[in-house]
């Protein structure tokens, strides 16, 4: 008999097995089959729940979500409202249970007109939320600051200029087209930013994960970076020669004749930071909010 055919037991264990998992709708399954014995049989069903708010907000206030874990997914929306969605999907061995835990999530929300709070709270029982996944999808106005704080999960945020602060523990952050101040933490997590415009500090620190830095080659800025255990590279800025090698692990520069500061800390990653060119003035958003459409052509004269 070839090595790699199942024997009997193996054939009916696998026939059996492949049954289990069958039964199961909406499931996932995981099953380890050793000497004709099934182990490990795990049937997962999945169930989901959506929880949404609106809250109107002054102009610059404050915007903080937490997710315990999950992603948390942040744009620039029309001024004066927030809007938030929680995707809530757990996964259990019966559909019974997997409502249970759905159950036991809460939201603590506290809304004020400067200030819109909003948390994952979990009051599991036993072994905890390792079955229970959150997802935010969120819309607040570009001038607004915003506060991320995640575990297990990605931070993400597109087209804001007031201050942003992201901390996050196993996954992942991602700026783009930020033109604000930024205090960005990372711990196992890379840490990934663009920026159209450098207004004010921008602090960026990741402990066993990557850092990369877009920013125009225009910038004027006053740039400290640091890895510990990585290396760092610059591209598309005029920097001293020495900061072109893959063994440099510390920088200081003046962009530009200098400006706002740039800090960035790495340990046990790589530092990549790259010069671009700037987008036109007319193509970022006003202050008072995207662009006006043209006006309408003039009717021809009598």
Not at 108 to 134: K, M, N, Q, W
């Amino acid at each position: 008999m070839p090595q790699s055919a199942l024997s009997l037991p193996s054939r009916r264990g696998a026939a059996l097995a492949a049954g289990v998992c069958a039964a199961s709708i909406l499931s996932a399954c995981d099953v380890t089959i050793k000497d004709g014995d099934i182990k490990n049989v795990s049937v997962q069903t999945r169930t989901s729940q959506e929880w949404s708010r609106h809250y109107p907000l002054t102009q610059g206030g404050i915007v903080e979500v937490v997710n315990g874990n999950g992603d948390i997914d942040v744009v620039a929306g029309p001024p004066g409202a927030v809007d938030i969605t929680a995707v809530l999907e757990a996964r259990a061995m019966s559909e019974a249970r997997a409502k249970e835990i759905l159950s036991s999530v809460k939201f603590e929300e506290s809304a004020a007109p400067d200030h819109i709070r909003v948390a994952t709270a979990f009051t599991f029982r036993g072994r905890g939320p390792g079955g229970l996944e959150t997802s935010y999808k969120v819309s607040i106005p570009a001038d607004a600051r915003l506060e991320m704080t995640g575990n297990n999960g990605n931070l993400k945020a597109d087209g804001l200029r007031g201050h942003v602060k992201a901390m996050v523990v196993n996954g992942g952050i991602e700026l783009t087209s930020i033109r604000g101040t930024i205090d960005a933490a990372a711990v196992n997590a890379r840490v990934s930013v663009k920026m159209s415009e450098v207004t004010g500090p921008v602090r960026l620190e990741s402990s066993n994960g990557r850092i990369s830095l877009e920013i125009p080659k225009t910038t004027k800025a006053t740039l400290n970076a640091r890895s510990v255990n990585g290396g760092i590279t610059v591209s598309g800025l005029t920097t001293a020669d020495e900061a072109s090698g893959r063994r440099i692990r510390t920088l200081e520069s003046q962009l530009n004749g200098g400006g706002p500061e740039i800090d960035i800390r790495v340990t046990n990653g790589r530092i990549n930071i790259t010069g671009v060119e700037s987008a036109s003035p007319s193509s970022l958003p006003s202050p008072s909010g995207p662009p006006s459409p043209p006006s309408p052509p003039s009717p021809p004269s009598p």
